[in-house]
């Protein structure tokens, strides 16, 4: 996903949590079925503020929406859930 908003010339800041954020972080070595979002980062001034993930951004949606058509994953495969509890 980074890449394909590299390309666009976009940058989106996400904070994931649960599984995907271990294995992201070498804590776990397991598979997962989904990325948790739970905030977007602006920096505002150098310091970065945590926002509510949705809306997320129109760029971040495509590029959702691209690696989930090319690894063949399911539509939520990115999901916002966690921070909507």
């Not at 001034?45 to 690894?71: H, K, N, S, T, Y």
């Amino acid at each position: 996903m980074g890449e394909l908003l590299e390309a666009e010339g976009q940058t989106v800041r996400i904070v994931i949590v649960g599984g995907a954020s271990l294995n992201l972080a070498g804590l776990v070595d397991r598979a997962t079925d989904d990325v948790d979002v739970i905030a977007r980062a602006e920096v505002d001034e150098g310091d970065p503020i945590l926002i509510p993930p949705d809306p997320m951004p129109d760029a971040l949606r495509a590029a959702v929406q691209r690696v989930a058509r090319d690894f063949r994953l399911p539509s939520g495969w990115l999901n916002t859930a966690v921070a909507n509890q």
